[in-house]
């Protein structure tokens, strides 16, 4: 387990605080025109490209070998700049070790336009010379999926394209390699089919999947393309959350952990070529047809969360229903948006619900510690079979007022939690004064780029410090606030204004 | 021993004290129950602010808030009223808003984090448990009956005729207004009963709030001085009528002038001229007084008569000369409503199409105040009864009231606070009189039997008032209609007042709630999906929400200070597509809103509001647009087969029904509100295409298309589109020429 220590805070200097960030993203300058060195060759390279969501997933497993007579470490992923914005929950491990846990990536930083942006993947322990290694590197590709056609009629079959090329971009050659392309369905009215790159029929076709290769490319440089373009149905609605604001606020007091989201939500799907049809939809409605808008939005709630509410910029949106949690199993909260979001549609919103904090938030070793430890959700959201992609999260964890020594850990397991390496994950530590504060409650504010729903089930652990003192703050703020309050009146009633003499 | 125990508790300063904290418990009770039960909206919907006016004075504060005072009292709006824009600053009642954004700031000192919004939705219930408190001193100071005020203060806690403006979420003027009205006069009451220079002022004070937060303003600006001009009149100068109205008049003038909208208005409007009549008469009568101190009676009699009409002959004089000449103002619209009934429907349809501007009907009385309307005459004549100067006041406010409430529904709220004042002090009088009154002393009773033997009913002194019998009968009746009328409240509060009207509720078969949310369907779906200066045309009631939910520019609102941008909307509705077209190019319109009532049959429709359309628009273009038109031969309003010609090439109708068809089997199109079969096409639109329509069917936005690429227009575009041979016939006709105005 790592901890980065985000900052001591001290009792009575908040602004001390808000200086002291701990994480920035760790971004290497590289030289313009920089090739990575080529000491590493892929001796074999499986791409599989999951297309099933409206996100693109994609998990490369690559036997790698160092042709270098020296050890070496820094293993080079090349992504083309447009792409590389997109890239999220990046992550590479040991595939014969999962359980080892992740390696340390670094970004690099633009150099030229048009040139390659590269994670650096550092290897726990170098590489010797003719020894082999087996990397999975997983990741995600937010809105690299395009409508085709961009308008369609209201009831029509939505189709998407995905471009990319047959030969897996990497920094090194690689002697034999294959993508294996899953669709959410049979219906792929169009895929490009390759000449000359393999004998016999490319892609091969097996259900829902297709599979181009595998090819032989130890003779093909470093960055050789070969353009491919599948377009297949997709008749749901490719949710995008352009932003979420996600509060986690923590009440010692009220033993309460109070959850609120807001959601600034799109969907990138096919527009609609006429006007929304009132009628059309009722009728389709009524049908249950597969539709490219969002018609409801299932969200999951822990086991316990009471008091939901579902609002937007106007007021309470009456179409929710909660389905509150039986036993241990999970709540359902049902979000139906005033109208349908069709493609190119916007709605934005806010939910929230509460829940008791005992579940979440325990004592450091031993009853008297002034310590505490808080687990919880790092983000939520619906669960919806189509997939959401977030462009950018920002999660805000509400401690107590006086809380310091804020430090805090992302989960890990055995496989990737949809989340970027740590270092990735740019955390502040400030002040938000509220409810009568005197110093105002710290806070913890995670920004994370380029999420999916697959971290949903990543879990937050927050360890501060929190002493009695510091509970016992505001009533006597409070109390002191009043004593003032009755001395002066009683002063004032004391002096005599009147202007004649008594 | 229990009693004596009792006694130390009630008698004596103990008592005193005693009696002191009870009262203010009590009063503490009563304001909670007039803020709880105005909370009826807030529980069984949610906080949001109510109907049409409160949405643009929740915008106006929230742009307050963001913006700071002065950037608010400059506020050009160029979001409404497109293409003009509004002086918004400089054309409305701040008070209001103003006193939201302070208890906003005061909070947020306290760091306490409240929305804006819910400051505004529960402002109205605050201000009505201060009315309270405030009706408690206003009466106190008319009866020396310790109860009166407790039970005035409860009757404006609860009556309807003042919760029906002040349930949570109505955000309108009234809310504070009517605090204010009541506290103003309190004050007056103090000022003439003590003649001092503080409590007139602190009326003026007070009167400038009134002025800076609501039009109803006037109504004091009139009654102080009617009731000192009355005084004078009774032959009851004194120096504490003169010192306290002064002191107002002079003060609370000048106060009123800071508002940039009254501004010279208490000095150049007829509305105020009788303020200033009185101020200069009190002067000529505290003149005199002085000079009959130094004056033979004789010589000042023929003084007297001589100034009298001097000042009387140039006063009129002047005020003709100044009221041909301009620079008085002539009586407004809506001033001369108030006396003639019918004024408006000929003269001004749009302060007529207003719903409360209409006559009260009689019932209404009831409705709004329950059995506080026959005791109030009780009231007045025991005001008579006494006549003091504030009794004086009570009479004139009643009768001065009591029209206005006939006249306007909307007046019953300046009746409201006297009916309760009167009722109060009837009311206290009958129980003084049978619950405290004791029988006669064997004292007393010895004496009148000496003194008058031949009086039978003096000799049992145990009859009429202060027998048991008596006694309980008609304090069990009058508690019986007490709490005939805390029921009657609540009933009313609940069932009349307590609707949003922006939110619809009905009740499913099972007896659940069932929420219509169209408005704010179609709202929102406007905010988040058109650009950020799309503008939108609509009848003017939907402006202010269009303007509050959906954040765009609109055409017309409720604010309906131009009565031609009004009638442009209004010809643009009921003229052919042909006409229409140009006018909303003109215009810059990008959507058009209709409210449409017709799949469930909600009422409150443009359709039903259209003849109002027609009516406005036709005293612009009497030429264009003819109310006769819209009706049938038999002179009937229909939709069906049977509508005229002009009806169904109106773009109101066509919006309306267009596509609605095909909702229903052939031919079996209903209209709910209007319970008729419609035609079996639906009506075809050219040269708008429907954007979105809301689940239920009550809103319908449409796109106002561009400009045909081809050059064609949109009639012949679309004939093309959906494969229709071009007709021979119009060609021969000649292509149609637009009119464009």
């Given at each position: 387990m790592r901890f980065f220590t985000a900052t001591v805070l001290g009792?009575?200097?908040?602004?001390?605080c808000a200086a002291t960030n701990l994480t920035t993203p760790n971004r290497l300058d590289l030289p313009s025109g920089f090739k990575p060195p080529?000491?590493?060759?892929?001796t074999n390279l499986v791409r599989n490209t999951n297309l099933e969501k409206s996100y693109v997933r994609e998990t490369i497993n690559v036997v790698v070998e160092n042709v270098d007579k020296q050890p070496q470490n820094d293993y080079y992923i090349p992504f083309s700049a447009e792409v590389f914005d997109r890239v999220g929950a990046f992550e590479v491990r040991d595939k014969k070790a999962p359980e080892k846990g992740r390696f340390d990536v670094d970004y690099t930083e633009a150099v030229s336009s048009g040139g390659n942006q590269y994670f650096v993947v550092h290897l726990p322990e170098p590489l010797a010379p003719k020894s082999q290694i087996t990397l999975g590197i997983s990741y995600s590709v937010l809105s690299s999926l395009s409508p085709l056609p961009a308008t369609i009629q209201q009831a029509d079959k939505q189709y998407l394209t995905y471009s990319f090329s047959a030969?897996?971009?990497?920094?090194y050659t690689t002697d034999t390699q294959k993508t294996k392309l899953k669709f959410?369905?049979?219906?792929?009215p169009d895929y490009t089919t390759t000449d000359g790159?393999?004998?016999?029929?490319?892609p091969e076709r097996k259900g829902a999947t297709y599979t181009y290769g595998p090819y032989d490319t130890a003779k093909v440089a470093p960055g050789t393309e070969h353009p491919i373009t599948v377009r297949y149905e997709f008749t749901k609605p490719v949710i995008t959350v352009n932003l979420l604001e996600r509060d986690l606020e923590v009440s010692h007091w009220g033993g309460n952990l109070a959850t609120e989201e807001r959601y600034w939500l799109r969907n990138n799907g096919s527009q609609l070529t006429n006007q929304f049809s009132r009628v059309d939809w009722t009728y389709s409605n009524y049908q249950k047809a597969p539709t490219s808008a969002v018609r409801e939005l299932t969200y999951p709630l822990l086991p316990?969360?009471?008091?939901p509410y579902f609002i937007d910029d106007i007021g309470n949106v009456s179409t929710s229903r909660y389905r509150p949690s039986v036993g241990k199993s999970a709540g359902n909260l049902e979000l139906k948006p005033r109208y349908p979001i069709f493609g190119g549609w916007n709605y934005s919103f806010r939910i929230g619900w509460n829940n008791d904090l005992a579940s979440f938030l325990r004592r450091a070793a031993?009853?008297?510690?002034d310590s505490y430890v808080l687990k919880v959700p790092l983000i939520e959201g619906p669960k919806m079979a189509e997939g959401i992609q977030y462009e950018r999260v920002i999660v805000r964890v509400v401690l107590p007022?006086?809380?310091?020594?804020v430090r805090f850990e992302v989960l890990e397991g055995?496989?990737?939690?949809?989340?970027?390496?740590?270092?990735?994950i740019h955390a502040q530590v400030s002040s938000l004064k509220t409810?009568?504060?005197?110093?105002?409650r710290t806070t913890l504010t995670l920004e994370v780029d380029?999420?999916?729903?697959?971290?949903?089930?990543s879990k937050l652990v927050v360890t501060y410090d929190h002493s009695m003192i510091d509970a016992l703050r505001k009533p006597f703020t409070i109390f002191a606030g009043l004593l003032t309050v009755f001395v002066a009146a009683w002063g004032i009633g004391k002096i005599d204004v009147s202007i004649k003499k008594r | 021993m229990a009693p004596s125990s009792l006694d130390v508790v009630l008698k004596g300063s103990s008592g005193r004290n005693t009696r002191g904290l009870l009262r203010v418990i009590i009063l503490c009770t009563i304001a909670a129950a007039a803020v709880s039960s105005r909370l009826f909206s807030v529980i069984r919907f949610e906080s949001i602010i109510h109907e049409f006016d409160p949405w643009f004075n929740f915008r106006a504060t929230k742009y307050l808030v963001e913006n700071g005072f002065y950037s608010f009292w400059d506020w050009f709006d160029?979001?409404?009223?497109?293409?003009?824009?509004?002086v918004t600053g400089g054309t409305l009642y701040p008070g209001l808003m103003v006193t939201s954004g302070v208890i906003y700031h005061i909070l947020r000192l306290l760091t306490i984090p409240v929305d804006i919004r819910n400051i505004c939705v529960l402002l109205a219930p605050g201000f009505s448990g201060l009315t309270a408190l405030a009706m408690y001193l206003l009466t106190s100071e008319m009866s020396d009956s310790p109860s009166a005020g407790l039970l005035a203060a409860a009757f404006m806690g609860i009556t309807p005729g003042y919760i029906s403006r002040s349930?949570?979420?109505?955000?309108?003027?009234e809310a504070i207004a009517i605090f204010l009205l009541v506290f103003t006069f309190y004050l007056w009451i103090k000022a003439v009963k003590n003649g001092s220079i503080m409590w007139g002022a602190l009326t003026a004070l007070f009167y400038g709030y009134m002025v800076s937060a609501w039009g109803g303003y006037v109504f004091i600006t009139n009654l102080i001085p009617l009731h000192v001009f009355v005084l004078l009149c009774m032959g009851r100068y004194s120096t504490r009528v003169y010192i306290s109205y002064t002191t107002w008049y002079a003060l609370g003038t000048l106060g009123s002038m800071q508002i940039p909208f009254v501004g010279f208005l208490p000095i150049r409007n007829s509305d105020h001229m009788s303020a200033l009549g009185v101020f200069g008469l009190i002067q000529l009568v505290a003149f005199a007084e002085f000079i009959r101190g130094y004056l033979p009676g004789k010589q000042f009699q023929k003084l007297l008569t001589s100034m009298v009409l001097l000042t009387f002959g140039l006063g009129f004089g002047g005020l003709v000369l100044l009221s041909v000449s301009g620079v008085i103002a002539p009586w407004s619209g809506r001033f001369y409503s108030l006396w003639d009934t019918g004024y408006a429907k000929i003269h001004i349809p749009i302060i007529a199409?207003?719903?409360?501007?209409q006559p009260t009907a009689w019932p209404a009385f009831f409705f709004d105040l329950n059995f506080l309307i026959w005791l109030f005459p009780a009231g007045v004549f025991m005001c008579f009864q006494k006549l003091k100067d504030e009794h004086v006041f009570v009479v004139i406010y009643s009768v001065l009231a009591s029209y206005f409430a006939g006249v306007m529904v909307r007046l019953m709220l300046t009746l409201t606070p006297i009916v309760c004042v009167a009722a109060a002090l009837a009311l206290s009088c009958i129980l003084d009189n049978f619950?405290?009154?004791?029988?006669?002393s064997t004292e007393t009773k010895a004496k009148a039997t000496t003194e008058d033997k031949s009086l039978r009913s003096a000799?049992?002194?145990?009859?009429?008032?202060?027998?048991w019998f008596s006694k309980s009968v008609v304090v069990a009746s009058v508690t019986l209609y007490l709490l005939m009328f805390v029921a009657h409240c609540t009933w009313v509060t609940s069932?009349?007042?307590?609707?949003?009207?922006?939110v619809l509720a009905s009740k499913l078969p099972d007896g659940s709630q069932f929420i219509i949310d169209d408005y704010r369907e179609a709202y929102y779906w406007l905010r988040q999906n058109t650009p950020d200066n799309a503008k939108i045309m609509s009848w003017w009631d939907y402006g202010y929400q269009i303007g509050g939910m959906a954040d765009r520019p609109t055409l017309?609102?409720?604010?309906?200070?131009?009565n031609t941008h009004i009638a442009t909307v209004g010809k643009a509705m009921s003229s052919r597509e042909e006409v229409s077209y140009p006018i909303l190019r003109q215009h810059d319109v990008d959507y058009v809103l209709v409210v449409f009532g017709g799949l469930l049959g909600y009422s409150g429709d443009d359709l039903n509001k259209f003849l109002w359309m027609v009516r406005i628009a036709e005293g612009i273009w009497p030429d264009e647009v003819?109310?006769?038109?819209?009706?049938?031969?038999?002179g009937e309003y229909r939709v069906d087969e049977e509508a005229t010609p002009a009806m169904k090439n109106s773009l109101m109708y066509k919006m309306s029904y267009h596509?609605?068809?095909?909702?229903?089997?052939?031919?079996?199109?209903?209209?709910r509100v209007r319970g008729t079969r419609l035609p079996k096409e639906s009506p075809q639109l050219n040269t708008l295409e429907e954007a979105f329509t809301s689940e239920n069917w009550i809103v319908r936005l449409y796109k106002v298309k561009d400009l045909d690429n081809l050059g064609r227009d949109h009639s012949n575009a679309v004939a093309f589109d959906k494969g229709l041979k071009r007709k021979r016939a119009t060609k021969r006709k000649g292509p149609r020429v637009l009119r464009t105005e």
């Open positions: 009792l009575l200097a908040p602004s001390l080529q000491v590493f060759k892929n030969y897996t971009p990497s920094a959410p369905s049979t219906n792929v790159l393999k004998s016999g029929s490319d316990g969360s009471v008091d031993g009853v008297d510690s007022e006086g809380a310091h020594n055995s496989h990737s939690n949809g989340l970027p390496v740590a270092e990735h409810y009568m504060d005197t110093l105002g380029s999420l999916t729903d697959e971290a949903r089930d | 160029d979001r409404t009223w497109h293409p003009l824009g509004r349930v949570a979420g109505s955000y309108d003027n199409s207003v719903s409360e501007h619950l405290v009154a004791s029988t006669p000799r049992n002194p145990v009859v009429g008032i202060y027998s069932n009349a007042y307590s609707s949003p009207s922006v017309v609102d409720n604010n309906t200070w131009n003819k109310e006769r038109d819209f009706f049938t031969a038999r596509n609605y068809q095909s909702l229903f089997p052939a031919g079996q199109a209903m209209d």
